[in-house]
C-alpha cells in the first residue's frame, strides 16, 4: 500500500511557472507508475502526465505536452510536476494518483487529496 499527498501549487500569473511535487510513504512507492490529473471547476478530472515505476518513460497530455515535464526521484519517493509557460486554463485542482503507467482514471489505485493550481490572466 502507499499514500501519496501533494504539495506545492499556488497562484501563477499567465506566463510564469509552479512546481507541484507527490510524495509517497511506504517502501513500495518504486513500484507503482505515477501519474497527474486535473479537475478545472464545472469540469470532468483529466489525464495531465504519467511517469513510469523506473522514471525512464513518460506521457502527457496534448494541452501540457511542450509546457510541463513529470519526473521522479525514487530515493526521496517524490514525483515533480513542473509547469511553464502556464495558461489561465491550467487552473484546476491537481491530483497525484498511484497506479499503472497511463491516462486511465478507472485503474488508479491511490489517490492524493489534490493541490490548487491558480493562473491569472
Known amino acids: 500500500q502507499v499514500h501519496v499527498v501533494e504539495s506545492g501549487g499556488g497562484l501563477a500569473q499567465a506566463g510564469g511557472s509552479l512546481s507541484v511535487s507527490c510524495a509517497g510513504s511506504?517502501?513500495?512507492?518504486?513500484?507503482?507508475?505515477i501519474t497527474w490529473f486535473r479537475q478545472a471547476p464545472g469540469k470532468e478530472r483529466e489525464f495531465v502526465a504519467t511517469?513510469?515505476?523506473?522514471?525512464?518513460?513518460?506521457s502527457y497530455a496534448d494541452s501540457v505536452k511542450g509546457r510541463f515535464t513529470i519526473s521522479r526521484d525514487n530515493g526521496k519517493n517524490t514525483v515533480y510536476l513542473q509547469m511553464n509557460s502556464l495558461k489561465p486554463e491550467d487552473t484546476a485542482v491537481y491530483y497525484c494518483?498511484?497506479?499503472?503507467?497511463?491516462?486511465?482514471?478507472?485503474?488508479?489505485?491511490?489517490w492524493g487529496q489534490g493541490t490548487q493550481v491558480t493562473v491569472s490572466s
Open positions: 511506504g517502501r513500495t512507492f518504486s513500484n507503482y507508475a
Open positions: 511517469v513510469s515505476r523506473s522514471g525512464n518513460v513518460r
Open positions: 494518483a498511484a497506479g499503472p503507467y497511463g491516462s486511465r482514471q478507472s485503474l488508479v489505485e491511490y
